[in-house]
Structures are given as structure tokens and as C-alpha cells.
């Protein structure tokens, strides 16, 4: 089993504030997703990191894949009401199954 | 349609009875995916059909589940003799091998009486 742990598991903070979150596990994956799902709807997907060290921007959003391609962040900036949701990684293995996190509860206040 | 379906949206059924779970993927997709997801939490990967392949089993959590796939089209998700932790939302994605990315349809939200 390849376990990825994302810490917080629940974060509130008020609008305007940073926030990093954290996914990390054992087990070296050949690429790692990050998905923002909102109630009563699946996930989607944000972004896809494939390269150790390699860092992704998305507007206020920051990803980061370590170097060991054992785990990675989140980091937003300037947060805002529309970007509460439950935050979620998954790591691909190379049989392309993927394995998701236990998920970041973010609520930021307006 | 352009994205993934499920059916039936929500599900409410009697402890012992069958479901029947049903999920449309994304034409063309080969890969086909299915997630258990309890309140508030991450996804449990339960099932994962890839084309012609046998599927990969692995995190089917008893054997009151199962799942079929005909070619790259419709899956069902069977669960027989139903018992209240069975109660989640039971999400379906599928991917274009090679690209990664997983298309999740809405779920289906399972409540076990």
C-alpha cells in the first residue's frame, strides 16, 4: 500500500491569509496530481508534477513535487472564499494506478 | 455528453439489499476508475480497468463487491448484501492512458438503512 498523508487534515483561515499544505508518503511516485473538490461534486484536477524538484504556478497557487518524488506541496497565496474545498494529491505509479491522499479540508473566511 | 456520468446521483437502500452502481466514462478514455469516498475524507481506490486487461482488484474491500466493464464503455459497481459502512459516496474517473489525468464524474451517494 503507498500511503500519502497530507497534513493539515483541516484548515480555517480568513481571506487574505498563505496557507501551505503537505503531502508526503514512503513510496516514490512517477508523477503527483494535486485535485480541489467541491461538496457533492468529484474532484478536479489542478495540477500534475512529473519531475523531482520541479515547481508548478497556477496563479495564487504554488506546487512543489521533492526532489525524491516522495512528496510535495501546496502553497497558496493572498487566499480567498473561492478556494475553499477539500484539497487532495495522488501519486501515480507506473502501472498508472493512482493512490489519493487523505485529503486537506480548507475553509478560508470572508 | 462531455464528462463523466453516474447513476444513480443518490441511493438509499435497506441493510442486505443489492445496488447496482453505474458509471458513463468519457469516450475514448481506456482507463477506467472506482473510488470510495466517506464524509469529509480522501479517496479509497477500489477498482481500476485498463482496456482489455484483466482489472486490478486490489482494493476491493470484501467480496460483496464487484465491478464490470463491457469494452471502453459503461461500468457497474455491484454491491450485494449492503451493510451500513457500505454508506459513501462512490466516485467513477476515467483517463486517457499515457495522459494521466483522471475526469471524476458527480458520485454516487450510497445511504445503507
Known amino acids: 500500500t503507498q500511503l500519502l498523508e497530507q497534513s493539515p487534515q483541516f484548515l480555517s483561515i480568513q481571506e487574505g491569509e498563505n496557507l501551505t499544505v503537505y503531502c508526503n508518503s514512503s513510496s516514490v511516485f512517477s508523477s503527483l496530481q494535486w485535485y480541489r473538490q467541491e461538496p457533492g461534486e468529484g474532484p478536479v484536477l489542478l495540477v500534475t508534477?512529473?519531475?523531482?524538484?520541479e515547481v508548478k504556478k497556477l496563479k495564487r497557487l504554488t506546487f512543489q513535487f521533492g526532489d525524491a518524488r516522495k512528496d510535495s506541496s501546496l502553497h497558496i497565496t493572498a487566499a480567498q472564499p473561492g478556494d475553499t474545498g477539500l484539497y487532495l494529491c495522488a501519486g501515480a505509479d507506473t502501472g498508472n494506478q493512482f493512490y489519493f491522499g487523505t485529503g486537506t479540508s480548507l475553509t478560508v473566511i470572508p | 455528453g462531455a464528462g463523466v456520468s453516474q447513476s444513480p446521483s443518490n441511493k438509499v437502500t435497506e441493510k442486505g439489499k443489492d445496488v447496482e452502481l453505474r458509471c458513463d466514462p468519457i469516450?475514448?478514455?481506456?482507463?477506467l476508475y472506482w473510488y470510495r469516498q466517506r464524509l469529509g475524507q480522501g479517496l479509497e481506490f477500489l477498482i481500476y480497468f485498463q482496456g482489455n486487461s484483466a482489472p486490478d482488484k486490489s482494493g476491493l474491500p470484501s467480496d460483496r463487491f464487484s465491478a464490470e466493464r463491457t469494452g471502453e464503455s459503461v461500468s457497474t459497481l455491484t454491491i450485494q448484501r449492503t451493510q451500513q459502512e457500505d454508506s459513501a459516496v462512490y466516485l467513477c474517473?476515467?483517463?486517457?492512458?499515457?495522459?494521466?489525468?483522471?475526469?471524476f464524474g458527480p458520485g454516487t451517494r450510497l445511504t445503507v438503512l
Open positions: 508534477v512529473v519531475t523531482g524538484g
Open positions: 474517473a476515467s483517463s486517457q492512458i499515457n495522459y494521466g489525468q483522471q475526469f
Open positions: 469516450s475514448g478514455h481506456t482507463a
